[in-house]
């Protein structure tokens, strides 16, 4: 009998459908539907998005929530670089993510051609690798090695591009070149030195204040469970970070989060860190400068230099936490429970939960709502395994210290990128990767302006998300108002005269008209009782809850401090005498 040929959509499809893939993510066009069709055939289910940033976005958020590979794709030229932000993101989140772009014929490179664009040269400075494929016997093997390399830690995207041509080009499947379906089996893990893994163990039952950071290796190593059995174990205090937050759930007497972090962290005298990447947001290391630093980590990029470290094993945080455990067993009873330093951890964290129940009680009643009392009552409407996804430069701000996480992979942000506008497309591959399961978006209108239309998508493919949209008129509202009232801007002005950087939008009308449920909030009283309705509704929802615009974020200060004042390219004579106090506080204090 002779052999079916397949076109090089379908070569790839068939590694997809054997990878487990469910979806794939973007917006469909010309040079990408043979890759469409293919997945199709294949009963992969396409998510058609209304901008291909969301559909970066959903497969990072899928991937994120999983743990496998998320997918996406995008067209040639625009479609390409449409998506662009979304595979940045997942490469500063350690995604791993496979993108697929189509691309005109191969032989019409540099004649102008129609949506002429080169995903390798672009998309390389973003991902573990970016390849053009120029064989239609190499499709395989490449959709294979690609689905392999982005799940290698540290995990990343990955992005193929195919000429129109090459895509149509038929083959039989056993004229792939490189590859044999179902051609490896599970690798096993990588040990620790068990001299080196002893070591550790004996540093912390050793150490007056000792501390457990979980980092990113943690969740795709699926090592949540022997996590919390070592620190359980050890009874030492643990915190989670980034997409492993919740590992140790955070209502756990031993876990720690928020603003307590900073006191226990700098206080700590022995820190064992677990799959962390310590950059940015942690700080680049610098509370662990007193203190004696392990570092477990399953690759070397992980090591930060401006931190000193005692010791660093490579190998994977799930054997290795699994070899602590064996061999504490052993030793633990050698050593007495460090009672005062979880007195005094338990303390901090009691101080910082007393001032954030202080803070929710006084902006009970504020109007318009202060973002602490958005924060505070959208937690109390969760689940606790409930995923939220951070999407705002303000209303985040307050949100993330109030999340009590209670599994891996359900907080999710836009990690070093910072950017917003991303929460719409996540949330659509969160409720995917998790149905069943609440998906709530804090997010503000500058992020919904971004990429809020694909609220209509969410509608459209009955993802239950509920969008909490923090409405301030504003953008970055403790910096814009007055970086707008310092510099001439067109457009609509406030009572007072000042300008707006977002005009004031009833964003309930508008995704009202799409489908989805709504409601627009003013009285905090009323706040609870609309999103428990979100969530009842069972559809898509967008809570419209209108808040101050002149809250001060919490980082602000910091922030000044890092800039050498946020607003030091301004003159004093530049700007109004009204608002200088504002833009140097230091200088006016009394």
Not at 400 to 408: D, F, L, Q
Not at 422 to 440: E, F, N, T
């Amino acid at each position: 009998m002779e052999e079916k040929l397949l076109s090089g959509g379908k070569q790839m499809a068939r590694v997809l459908k054997e990878e487990g893939v469910e979806y794939t993510f973007g917006v469909s066009g010309g040079h990408i539907w043979p890759f469409n069709a293919g997945c199709g055939v294949a009963g992969i289910k396409m998510v058609h998005m209304r901008h291909e940033q969301a559909g970066g976005y959903a497969a990072d958020a899928y991937a994120r929530s999983t743990g496998k590979v998320g997918v996406c794709f995008g067209t040639a030229g625009p479609g390409m670089t449409n998506q662009l932000s979304g595979i940045v993101q997942a490469s500063s989140a350690r995604s791993p993510v496979v993108a697929f772009y189509g691309q005109h014929l191969s032989f019409e490179d540099k004649r102008s051609a129609l949506q002429e664009g080169y995903a390798t040269p672009i998309m390389s400075q973003y991902c573990k690798w970016a390849t053009r494929v120029i064989s239609p016997y190499t499709m395989a093997y490449v959709t294979k090695k690609a689905f392999r390399d982005a799940m290698t830690y540290p995990q990343g995207p990955i992005a193929i591009e195919v000429p129109v041509d090459i895509w149509n080009i038929k083959t039989p499947a056993s004229a792939q070149m490189g590859f044999i379906d179902n051609s490896y089996p599970e690798p096993t893990l990588p040990h620790g030195d068990p001299v080196a893994v002893e070591k550790a163990v004996r540093l912390l039952l050793e150490a007056e204040r000792p501390i457990i950071v979980g980092g990113g290796g943690v969740f795709w190593s699926h090592a949540e469970k022997e996590l919390q059995e070592l620190v359980e174990l050890l009874q030492i205090p643990v915190i989670t970070r980034r997409v492993a937050r919740g590992a140790v759930p955070e209502d756990n007497p031993l876990a720690f989060k928020g603003r307590a972090r900073g006191k226990i962290l700098r206080n700590a005298d022995v820190a064992c860190t677990i799959g962390l990447n310590m950059g940015y947001l942690e700080g680049y290391g610098a509370w662990a400068a007193k203190a004696r630093l392990i570092f477990i980590t399953e690759s070397r990029e992980d090591i930060e230099f401006t931190a000193h470290s005692d010791m660093v094993i490579i190998a994977n945080p799930k054997a290795v936490l699994r070899q602590m455990i064996d061999c504490a067993k052993d030793m633990v009873k050698s050593f007495p429970r460090k009672a005062e330093w979880l007195k005094a951890v338990d303390e901090i964290k009691a101080k910082d939960q007393q001032r954030m129940d202080a803070d929710a009680e006084a902006a009970r009643n504020v109007k318009p709502m202060h973002p602490t009392w958005v924060a505070h009552e959208a937690m109390a409407v969760l689940d606790k395994d409930a995923t939220v996804i951070l999407d705002g430069f303000t209303s985040s701000a307050f949100v993330t210290e109030r999340i009590v996480a209670g599994k891996s992979g359900t907080v999710l942000d836009s990690a070093n990128t910072a950017g917003v506008g991303h929460g719409v497309g996540m949330a659509i591959g969160a409720q995917l990767a998790r149905p069943g399961k609440q998906v709530l978006v804090i997010m503000g209108d500058g992020g919904m302006g971004l990429g809020g239309f694909d609220v209509e998508t969410a509608v459209r493919c009955q993802c239950p998300a509920v969008f909490l949209l923090s409405n301030n008129d504003a953008w970055m509202a403790s910096i814009g108002p007055y970086f707008s009232r310092a510099l001439p801007v067109p457009g609509t002005q406030d009572s007072e005269g000042h300008p707006f950087f977002i005009s004031p939008t009833d964003y309930a009308q508008m995704f009202a008209a799409c489908g989805a449920y709504t409601e627009r909030v003013e009285d905090p009283a009323q706040l609870k009782p609309a999103l428990e309705r979100a969530f009842k509704s069972g559809k898509t929802a967008v809570i419209d809850a209108i808040v101050r615009r002149d809250t001060e974020h919490p980082m602000m200060t910091v922030m000044n401090a890092e800039a050498g004042g946020f607003f030091s390219f301004f003159e004093r004579d530049e700007v109004p005498e009204a608002i200088r106090p504002r833009l140097w506080p230091s200088d006016y204090k009394k």
